[in-house]
């Protein structure tokens, strides 16, 4: 019967069946043509990017143009995504009963495939206008062929803003002393051979300025038979910079120019430069150099006599000094602002030098330091603004609206405009594939230090980043953000342990520049919540950034194109906002709400198809809703100091995830076992192949089912367990012999006695970069000291002997050790001689019988920073610190009163030993949280 009743509906249904599949396949067809149309634009973007960049951002008719033309593609991503979500709609049933349930599907679905059609049809009509403006605007008509491809009509010649430096006054020239000697010592001392020293450092940082000091120095013009200062282009020619070179040799001299010189072409060129140069001692300055590939186009030009011939070249990008070590004796200054004394001295110059004798009024200080910080030691930055100021009248008044509205005095104002001009000379030099990444920063409240991983996986979020051939996406973006600190755009803020980025931040007033490309791009809007009503924007808004919220705002969220937010508040948010975004955001990518205040996960998470960035880090959220099994694209999800206690087992469907952070720290407990926990997952976890961080997860709550299907996981480059029992040992050791890729490795056992067994395995991770064992060894892993690649290794009531440290000694890339919490079981901690040769971080804190320790000679030859710490029968200073001559800080913690008292500068007998380090900071435990010390510091000044 119910077949029968199901032919019926067919049989009546079936016009408006065939109807339907027509108007589907006929979307279909739009939407792959819309396709090609997006790819076709975004590739003209990249050409009236650079055009508008060549016209110095002066032609309104381009940037109208340009603006109209992101827009549309905007539009496109929308269609394409919602189109998305609308193929994930259909249905996928089986059987006779399949039929109904499709024209269900088709009923349900056929508002949603109208409005899809009715937006493509707009878009095409939009994209018939924009092709028209196309060829109005100077660009070829492969646009409205849909190539993809055009040519860049080149724009108006402006000044060159550089050449401001090249006429610094005298008294500009300040803090400049140290660089300027150590470069001179370069140019006339040392080598005999031909040597290459790049000045490296950010636009306005003063490199031409210390150049052109250095040139200028007596020393240097009177031991060079020959000297040269070349400004190179953007886009110089190697026949033009030679030429321009062989001029001034002959001006200088007063001989001849050669014959025919100006004909010659590059062969002919090098050659007579060779012989020009023989047996003379030069000097040539390439000033301003941007390309990779510079040195490898003049170098043949230049022979190396051994008679103490020198190149100096000035760039923004750390590549380009590092391309001619190559071929070539080189040295390299990276170039450091001004310190903040110097920065004030040249400031005082600039805006004082008509009045006050150059001094800062007393009322003007408060406002004036404040100027001085946002320039952050950036010479041209000081003396432009401090230029500016000395023509205005000296009022708290005026000081403080230039202030305040310095991102419009640096557009608009003459005075500024060669610093505004200098600054965006390296974004208009970006790749096309590193300017949203670099635009991202702008993002970001003012002074904040932004993570490299958190950024790293929001770029890949965002679709910046595209994969490369035997590279995961991570390693491409760390690559980006590599290029952007070697070009001097990006500032590293902290580094790890291992000299790597950590954090990273951009110069204040580059940071203003980057505003104005955000709000000219609609790359992101700011919005505060007290003031600003979504709906009274009309702007297609791709991200949001929120800095503080009221109970009051109103949330509307009308404008649903918003494809990442983020908050930068600890202040309430409204139930309104969290109830309200998830349903209208359809199309949200990125949602960090790191160190906000929502308490829990909104409640519409699942309706967020094309998420890919979750970030509830640092807030009190408890519990995620089921639906975050819908999320199918998601690829970081970040619960570290939640109260996220388990994770629902329908995360296991979401199989592109590669990041799964979530464990909590209580801080004010100390350091202990049960200070830290992880979550609790369901079975199924190895169905998400693509994991490559998981870190931390509670293992007995799956126990050994658990730890075998970590073995399915073999793209894990981070694995951290919690309450592992020793019973795991085996399963363990299988699955993590698997793991090719692993670099970190973090496994805590459910109690201080729980023995971790690690032995068994017979593959061990080589790649390993840092391993973190909580528990106790019954022998230290025999694999452990054949980690070659090891840079890390913390252990925790391991209750190791003194033979198993001489085990460790031998690590060739070890640079921090630490031996916490009963790791070492014995009295005297011996540190033999040639052990440890890289060693530059080593803690030694809660070893409760530790009363000795013993340095040899040529033991711990580069060590930089020791901790001692909490260990109550250590009555004496270890005397052999005294051979430990590269010791940068010392922390003496929680020691016995004897300890302390051996140490004291005025009456201790031990005090000697620690004489030659520069700090040395003494704590006693006050309270029973972590860090409650009380903390003298003694410091060291050697001569």
Known sequence: MAEIAVSYALNQLVPFLRQEAKQLSSVHKEFADIKNELESIQAFIKDADRRAAAEGDNNDGIKTWVKQLREIAFRIEDIIDEYMIYVGQQPHHRGYIAPLHNIASSIKTLKPRHEIASKIQGIKSSIQGIKERSERYGFIS??????????VIQGAKWHDPRMTSLFIEEDEVVGFEPPRDELVGWLIEGA????????????????????????????????FDCQAWITVSQSYSAEGLLKEMMEQFCKATREPLPLGMYTMDEKSLITEMRHYLKQRRYAIIFDDVWKLEFWDEIELAFPDYNNGSRIVITTRMMGVAEFCKKSSLVFVHKLQPLPPNKAWELFCRKAFRFEFDGNCPLELVDISTEIVRKCEGLPLAIVAIGGLLSTKGKTIFEWQ????????????????????????????????????????????????????????????????????????????AKECLTELIQRSLVQVSLVNFDGKARSCRVHDLFREMIIKKVQDLSFCHFMNLNQDDMSSSDETIRRLAITTSSEDAQWSFGNSSIRSMFIFTADHLPESFLSRFSRKLRLLKVMDFEDASPSHAPDGLGNLLHLRYLSLRNTSAKALPKSIGNLLNLETLDLKQTLISEIPAEMNKLTKLRHVLAYYRNYDAGFHLNSERGVKIKEGIGHVMSLQKLYHVEADHGGLDLIKELKRLKQLRKLGLKLVKREYGHALCDSIADMKNLECLDISAITEDEIIDLHPISSPPHQLRRLHLKGRLDKLPTWVPKLEHLVRLWLDYSKLTNEAVKLLKTLPNL??????????????????????????????????ELNSILIDKGALPVLKCLEIGGNPQLKEVPLDIHRLENLEVVYFMDLPDEFNQSIDPDEGKEYWAIVHVPVVHVGRKVGPSYGAYDVRTFRHFKA
């Open 401 to 476: 609206k230039l202030r305040q509205n310095l991102s419009l005095e640096l557009e608009s104002n003459p005075h500024l405009t060669s610093l505004t001009r200098i600054l965006l000379l390296s974004y208009d030099d970006l790749p096309f594939y590193l300017k949203p990444c670099l635009l991202y920063f702008g993002i970001y409240p003012e002074d904040f230090s932004i993570s490299c991983v958190r950024l790293i996986r929001q770029w890949i979020a965002e679709g910046f980043v595209k994969y490369e051939k035997g590279k995961t996406l991570e390693e491409v």
């Open 142 to 151: 492969s646009f409205v062929q849909g190539s993809g491809s055009s040519n």
């Open 815 to 848: 640079l921090d050790l630490s031996l916490f919490k009963d790791s070492f079981d014995g009295g005297s901690l011996h540190f033999e001689e040639g052990g440890f040769q890289k060693l530059r971080d080593l803690r030694l804190n809660g070893l409760k």
């Open 192 to 223: 005999t051979e031909r040597a290459v020293i790049s000045i490296v450092g950010m636009g306005g940082l003063g490199k031409t300025t210390l150049a052109k000091n250095v040139f200028e120095n007596q020393k240097v013009t009177r031991y």
